[in-house]
């Protein structure tokens, strides 16, 4: 399509994890023509399937995903790192005249695409990460993000209850001496967007993903972390930081049960729900929220499509 891309549709499918995203995202690529990117910063690590909800190979075959099965675990993918090739393929997507969707849980991916973040493309340095993790165990999260602040008064945006932001953050401070927020600019929204949030009220969504932890474990979620661990994975990694995966390789360290493990899963990911909605109540772009529990995909669909006949006519 012609055009300028700023003037061109991206549409963003949101919301928290386990509320059905994947789902109505494979129906709407089907009746648009779309193709979806992944924004989903566990889904990037290949040999992590069961727990990080990756689509299957059937959906996978239902619609085209980008962005999943990028690095192994024990490789980082900074935000810059994702934002270049998301941006790539929502542009090879569009350049074959169909529709990217946006499609996941990690609001600062979307975030940062949304409002054309530049994040600063400083190289990890792994020694200087773990003398930072070292500090963050014996002093605690807090003593590193006190530091951050020091540094930076500016980086309150960072969150501070989640260790690779602000080990980030600080490795960026430490590694440049210029503040991290110095170094975070942000452009025009580069895409015309509608943007859909899947809800749930939260008891009901807690219960959703409380069960979809129980099929995961039916799966072999047990039998992928020992895998993992087989092949040298440290449960230190931040890509075994996701939801359930450092609390199984806890059980099969025997450093706790197996009921302790699915536990503190199960309080992990209602935590990590609060944060989703906690951000997207923060970078709220004119979200079009949706109940599951009264969801219709085809009046989204069709909604969708008369949007973009509008964007269409606008651009002509």
């Not at 990756?54 to 690095?71: E, G, N, S, Y």
């Not at 602000?166 to 929204?189: D, H, W, Y």
């Not at 493990?261 to 209602?270: F, K, N, Q, V």
């Amino acid at each position: 399509m012609a055009g300028n891309l700023s003037s061109q549709p991206l549409v963003v499918i949101l919301g928290p994890t386990a509320v059905g995203k994947t789902s109505l995202a494979i129906q709407m690529a089907q009746a648009l023509g779309g193709e979806i990117v992944s924004a989903d910063s566990r889904q990037i690590y290949r040999q992590m399937d069961i727990g990080t909800a990756k689509a299957t190979p059937q959906q996978r075959d239902q619609a085209v995903h980008h962005l999943i099965d990028v690095v192994d675990p024990d490789e980082d993918l900074s935000l810059a790192q994702f934002q270049r090739p998301a941006s790539a393929a929502i542009g090879d997507i569009r350049a074959r005249q169909r529709l990217p969707l946006l499609v996941g849980g990690t609001g600062q991916y979307i975030t940062a695409l949304l409002e054309g973040w530049s994040a600063p493309e400083v190289p990890p340095n792994p020694a200087l990460r773990a003398e930072l993790e070292a500090v963050a165990a014996e002093h605690g999260l807090a003593a590193l993000y006190a530091r951050l602040i020091a540094l930076d008064p500016a980086a309150t945006f960072v969150d501070a209850r989640n260790p690779r932001r602000v080990i980030r953050a600080l490795e960026v401070c430490l590694e440049t001496g210029r503040p991290f927020s110095e170094q975070r600019s942000k452009q025009p929204p580069p895409y015309r967007t509608r943007v859909y949030g899947l809800t749930l009220d939260r008891e009901p969504l807690y219960a959703r993903a409380d069960a979809r932890i129980e099929q995961m474990m039916a799966q072999g979620f047990l039998e992928e972390v020992r895998d993992l661990l087989a092949k040298g994975y440290n449960p230190a990694l931040p890509s075994m930081s996701g939801l359930g995966y450092r609390q199984l390789a806890d059980h099969l360290l025997g450093k706790r049960t197996l009921d302790d493990a699915l536990e503190a899963t199960r309080t992990a990911t209602h935590n990590f729900i609060r944060r989703q909605y906690t951000w997207f109540r923060g970078h709220d772009h004119e979200i079009i929220w949706h109940n599951v529990e009264n969801l219709v995909p085809t009046r989204i669909i069709t909604s969708t499509q008369r949007w973009l006949e509008d964007t269409l006519e606008e651009r002509s």
